[in-house]
């Protein structure tokens, strides 16, 4: 994402900037609060919506709006984030690390994103550019992309535990959590072991 905006500011694509940052602020902090959300009650017996994919949502966002952004055709863009939204709730799922609808919900979140950039860029098309910011950014971003890959390769993020925790804490006191029966609660034991 710092590497498009920095991209759309070098080429003097401000409004599309400003319409990118907003898009970056609504998807990944619209997924934050249902995280936020889902997560305050713990994972309860049944449910299989505990954490919307944060990693389905980006990934159809960042990369497909990438492509509608530097592409010629943001239309077909569009029509190539389903597939990457699929592709990347198809490898959470694979990995166990989410279920069908948490994938679903966070694919949705990063769709829309794509969508509304498209809707953007569909403005911004109307404006005459020159042809040249057309191909050069494409070879930065891919160059900038395997250089942060390779540097961040390896690096555990632990921002999935801290929403969790955060969630328990400060979010579970202002939910209705539904009371959790006694076979899944966690046994209690008093000071003394008895």
């Known amino acids: 994402m710092a590497l498009i ?3 759309l500011i070098l080429q003097g694509r401000y409004r599309i900037f400003l319409h990118y940052s907003t898009l970056v ?3 990944f902090g619209g997924t934050l609060i249902l995280k936020l959300c889902f997560e305050a ?7 299989s919506l ?3 994919s944060g990693h389905t949502a980006g990934t159809t966002f960042v990369y ?3 492509a509608v952004l530097f ?3 943001p239309r077909a863009c569009l029509a190539v984030a389903s597939g990457v939204a699929l592709s990347a709730g198809f490898a959470r799922i694979a990995l166990h690390v989410h279920s069908l609808a948490e994938v679903f919900v966070g694919a949705s979140i990063g769709l829309l994103g794509v969508l509304f950039l498209t809707l953007a860029r569909k403005n911004e098309l109307h404006t005459p ?3 040249t910011w057309l191909s050069r950014p494409i070879v930065f971003l891919i160059t900038g992309g395997l250089v942060l890959t390779m540097l961040l390769h390896g690096l555990r993020s632990p921002v999935e535990t801290w929403l969790e925790y955060f969630s328990h804490r400060f979010v579970a006191p202002f939910m209705r959590c539904p009371v959790t029966p006694p076979a899944f609660q966690k046994p209690h034991h008093n ?3 008895k």
């Open 5 to 7: 905006s920095l991209i």
């Open 25 to 27: 602020l609504l998807v």
């Open 41 to 47: 009650c713990g994972r309860l017996p049944g449910h």
């Open 50 to 52: 505990y954490s919307p």
């Open 64 to 66: 497909c709006g990438a």
């Open 71 to 73: 592409s010629r055709s």
């Open 129 to 131: 550019l020159g042809p």
């Open 191 to 193: 000071v003394l072991g």
